[in-house]
């Protein structure tokens, strides 16, 4: 059965240095999504992402985010200057009809 | 967006008793779709089962089935015959019919005891 697969499962890096997290949705799907969840809290959208651009983002997502589609078949998310604040488990899930199929997640921990 | 509401933050039920989860959300759509995912230790998001609100039947995938209220704007989640593999946070979500982005609740831990 196709799924979503997610890389790295686990990225630990200072505050201030960029992270990229990577993706690879179901190569048939079309839109594409970044949700984050703080440590005990829940799951909450960061940004939609459909014919190559971005269709909606939530104020979370602020000019220190940035997604990407650099091929046919990965979606990146980029945090260009991390905070401590940043720190979280981050789920991408791309779209089929009316079920979002989510990945594994990755947890991002900024010291 | 819109708001989803789980107010029970953990839940406790014995192993092959029942237990009963709650949802309430706000809307002024008419039209829109509700899930329970299930989001064991391993945090991996797991979709248990869909109700689109036009229709009136309530969904049922083995163990695990919805009341949806749609007047009360309520959507709470049974699980029957609780396994201890059932032990995990459970999330209620919103989509509205013109996006496609999910609104979580707060989740609810469900405890199973052996």
């Known amino acids: 059965e196709p799924e979503v697969t997610q890389t790295p499962s686990h990225q630990v890096t200072q505050m201030g240095q960029e992270v990229i997290l990577r993706c690879v949705p179901i190569?048939?799907?079309?839109?594409f999504y970044w949700y984050r969840q703080i440590l005990g809290q829940k799951v909450e959208f960061l940004v939609s992402?459909?014919?190559?651009?971005?269709?909606?983002k939530s104020e979370i997502f602020d000019d220190q985010f940035s997604v990407e589609r650099p091929d046919g078949s990965n979606f990146t998310l980029k945090i260009r200057s991390t905070k401590l604040e940043d720190s979280a488990m981050y789920f991408c899930?791309?779209?089929?009809?009316?079920?979002?199929?989510f990945g594994p997640g990755t947890r991002l921990t900024v010291l | 967006a819109q708001t989803v509401t789980q107010s029970q933050p953990e839940m406790s039920v014995q192993e092959a008793e029942t237990v009963t989860l709650s949802c309430t959300y706000d809307?002024?759509?008419?039209?829109?779709?509700l899930f329970w995912y299930k989001q064991p230790p391993s945090r991996q998001m797991i979709l248990v089962i869909r109700?689109?609100?036009?229709?009136?039947q309530n969904a049922t995938e083995n163990r695990f089935s919805v009341n949806f209220q749609k007047a009360a704007k309520s959507f709470s989640l049974k699980i029957s015959d609780s396994q201890l593999g059932d032990a995990a946070m459970y999330f209620c979500?919103?989509?509205?019919?013109?996006?496609?982005?999910?609104?979580f609740g707060a989740g609810t831990t469900v405890t199973v005891r052996a």
């Open positions: 899930a791309s779209l089929a009809t009316n079920e979002q199929f």
């Open positions: 190569s048939n799907h079309l839109y």
């Open positions: 992402f459909y014919n190559n651009e971005i269709s909606e």
């Open positions: 809307t002024s759509e008419s039209d829109y779709y």
């Open positions: 109700q689109e609100a036009y229709k009136q």
């Open positions: 979500a919103y989509r509205s019919p013109n996006d496609y982005k999910l609104s």
